[in-house]
């Protein structure tokens, strides 16, 4: 764990910069905002599946009232919200989320990340991730097994040259490109000297310049993202060729890292767009090299002590440890729709490419969905790591997911089995047909939730009009659209037959 850098926010893009106490009320929040002559507010939320959205109103038309009694928007508009007849929804801004937002350069703008409430009934809206992850949190507690959970996301992400795409009743393609990608190594100059400096399909881990072309822009993404509170312990390149790259935060509790990871994301994606680049978080955005995932660490603390840690432990974790890599495991299928909850995520869940597409745990092991980090044998660093979630997934839901199949876990005792701590891809097929895998597919995925879900439901953390919403949402716009459409590579395979 690094010591959290300090950073002369001048030098930033866009100026961001954080306060240095966090405020706590709405008076505390505007106070902030007109000591740095705040013009604007910007209030951002989250939709059902996970993509941050945002409407701003001058500061003027902002006051205390605001956070107390909310401002109106029309949910109808927002995926996974509203019926158009039941549209009016209001949202109240988190006083402990104001930043001021780097990239609104013309003027100084507030951000604030806010709760979805209903207008009539005046409670917190059951489809409101947000809301889901409180929730989440106060069950946690309700149940006396801990006061604290903490989640660490590894979010890989791809930074690009180019990318078009287009799909349409007579055609359907897509084209990336990438200075740095091997796939260049042959390209003329024409009038840019090709250097030939490239790293190799799955040889991009740690490479230094000149092969890693990207150190600066990821300084920037960094230092952008320290400027705004986010402590970051390390970033850079990763496995696959054409710019696959790592920025990783310390770990937070649930709710306010899932807040983090937006932030993070909104970061990366605009820092790269500065940059003359395009950033994406897709798990599979090339064929044939690796692709980016989101290992996600997680820890129970209580009164102030990790649940985790037993010195005489397997892995030196903690019987309650293994109990919540059980509960991980069994209900991992039904988990996989919330955090691999993409037709592209099944693209990165297949063997030979790093993938955590077996379900058993091990120390160090990465071929397993569960990993126990053991880089430190300190208390505090004890944690588990599921493998499986990429940062394509709306965080709030798939934190909340996690924690919530970890406490069933605990709470019956379910046993995870014996590690698994060989390679796994060198077992013979009849060692391998005792193995679990994850779905092959988002609606194998979808199925299994549809099936296994009521550990969700538990303390009323998930409700099951979330979740109806949420599987008719991957179905109707992701499944069915991806099935029905004829691949280019079905040209390829059949058109002479």
């Given at each position: 764990?690094?010591?959290?850098?300090?950073?002369?926010?001048?030098?930033?893009?866009?100026?961001?910069?954080?306060?240095?106490?966090?405020?706590?009320?709405?008076?505390?929040?505007?106070?902030?905002?007109?000591?740095?002559?705040?013009?604007?507010?910007?209030?951002?939320?989250?939709?059902?599946?996970?993509?941050?959205?945002?409407?701003?109103?001058?500061?003027?038309?902002?006051?205390?009232?605001?956070?107390?009694?909310?401002?109106?928007?029309?949910?109808?508009?927002?995926?996974?919200?509203?019926?158009?007849?039941?549209?009016?929804?209001?949202?109240?801004?988190?006083?402990?989320?104001?930043?001021?937002?780097?990239?609104?350069?013309?003027?100084?703008?507030?951000?604030?990340?806010?709760?979805?409430?209903?207008?009539?009934?005046?409670?917190?809206?059951?489809r409101d991730p947000r809301y889901v992850a409180q929730k989440a949190e106060a069950y946690l507690k309700s149940t006396g097994i801990a006061d604290s959970s903490y989640f660490g996301p590894e979010a890989e992400f791809f930074v690009f040259d180019s990318v078009r795409f287009d799909q349409n009743q007579y055609s359907s393609y897509y084209f990336i490109d990438s200075d740095e990608a091997i796939w260049n190594s042959g390209r003329?100059?024409?009038?840019?000297?090709?250097?030939?400096?490239?790293?190799?399909?799955?040889?991009?881990?740690?490479?230094?310049?000149?092969?890693?072309?990207?150190?600066?822009?990821?300084?920037?993404?960094?230092?952008?993202?320290?400027?705004?509170?986010?402590?970051?312990?390390?970033?850079?390149?990763?496995?696959?060729?054409?710019?696959?790259?790592?920025?990783?935060?310390?770990?937070?509790?649930?709710?306010?890292?899932?807040?983090?990871?937006?932030?993070?994301?909104?970061?990366?994606?605009?820092?790269?767009?500065?940059?003359?680049?395009?950033?994406?978080?897709?798990?599979?955005?090339?064929?044939?090299?690796?692709?980016?995932?989101?290992?996600?660490?997680?820890?129970?603390?209580?009164?102030?002590?990790?649940?985790?840690?037993?010195?005489?432990?397997?892995?030196?974790?903690?019987?309650?440890?293994?109990?919540?890599?059980?509960?991980?495991?069994?209900?991992?299928?039904?988990?996989?729709?919330?955090?691999?909850?993409?037709?592209?995520?099944?693209?990165?869940?297949?063997?030979?490419?790093?993938?955590?597409?077996?379900?058993?745990?091990?120390?160090?092991?990465?071929?397993?969905?569960?990993?126990?980090?053991?880089?430190?044998?300190?208390?505090?660093?004890?944690?588990?790591?599921?493998?499986?979630?990429?940062?394509?997934?709306?965080?709030?839901?798939?934190?909340?997911?996690?924690?919530?199949?970890?406490?069933?876990?605990?709470?019956?005792?379910?046993?995870?089995?014996?590690?698994?701590?060989?390679?796994?891809?060198?077992?013979?097929?009849?060692?391998?047909?005792?193995?679990?895998?994850?779905?092959?597919?988002?609606?194998?995925?979808?199925?299994?939730?549809?099936?296994?879900?009521?550990?969700?439901?538990?303390?009323?953390?998930?409700?099951?009009?979330?979740?109806?919403?949420?599987?008719?949402?991957?179905?109707?716009?992701?499944?069915?659209?991806?099935?029905?459409?004829?691949?280019?590579?079905?040209?390829?395979?059949?058109?002479?037959?």
């Open positions: 764990m690094s010591e959290k850098l300090t950073v002369p926010t001048e030098s930033l893009p866009g100026g961001g910069y954080c306060p240095a106490s966090t405020p706590t009320s709405g008076v505390e929040a505007l106070e902030f905002a007109r000591a740095r002559k705040v013009a604007q507010v910007d209030l951002k939320f989250v939709d059902l599946p996970g993509q941050w959205q945002h409407f701003t109103v001058p500061i003027n038309m902002l006051d205390e009232s605001a956070f107390a009694e909310g401002v109106g928007f029309d949910g109808s508009s927002i995926r996974g919200f509203q019926a158009i007849q039941e549209s009016d929804m209001l949202l109240f801004p988190d006083p402990t989320t104001a930043v001021i937002d780097p990239f609104s350069t013309s003027v100084p703008t507030l951000s604030l990340v806010c709760n979805v409430k209903d207008p009539i009934t005046g409670e917190s809206y059951t003329p100059n024409d009038g840019k000297m090709n250097q030939g400096h490239r790293p190799r399909y799955k040889e991009g881990y740690f490479p230094v310049a000149p092969l890693d072309t990207l150190q600066d822009l990821r300084t920037q993404m960094t230092m952008t993202l320290v400027s705004l509170g986010i402590d970051i312990e390390t970033h850079h390149h990763e496995v696959a060729t054409g710019g696959q790259c790592e920025i990783d935060m310390r770990f937070k509790t649930l709710t306010a890292m899932a807040d983090q990871l937006l932030m993070y994301k909104y970061v990366i994606h605009n820092v790269a767009s500065r940059g003359g680049k395009t950033a994406t978080f897709m798990p599979k955005p090339l064929f044939a090299d690796n692709g980016s995932g989101m290992h996600v660490h997680q820890s129970l603390w209580k009164n102030g002590k990790p649940l985790f840690y037993d010195a005489n432990g397997y892995a030196l974790i903690s019987q309650t440890a293994k109990y919540y890599i059980g509960g991980l495991l069994k209900h991992a299928p039904a988990l996989l729709a919330l955090t691999s909850p993409t037709t592209n995520s099944y693209r990165r869940l297949v063997p030979g490419y790093e993938a955590p597409v077996n379900l058993v745990y091990s120390q160090r092991n990465r071929s397993a969905a569960c990993r126990i980090p053991m880089y430190s044998k300190s208390p505090v660093s004890k944690r588990i790591e599921f493998r499986c979630p990429d940062p394509q997934c709306n965080p709030y839901l798939a934190f909340s997911a996690m924690l919530l199949a970890g406490i069933d876990g605990i709470q019956n005792k379910i046993d995870p089995g014996e590690p698994m701590d060989v390679d796994i891809f060198e077992l013979s097929p009849e060692e391998m047909t005792k193995i679990r895998t994850v779905p092959g597919s988002l609606q194998e995925a979808l199925d299994a939730l549809e099936q296994d879900h009521s550990f969700l439901l538990t303390g009323g953390v998930f409700t099951p009009d979330l979740l109806e919403m949420y599987l008719n949402l991957k179905r109707s716009r992701e499944v069915d659209p991806v099935r029905l459409r004829p691949h280019p590579y079905e040209f390829y395979l059949y058109y002479e037959l």
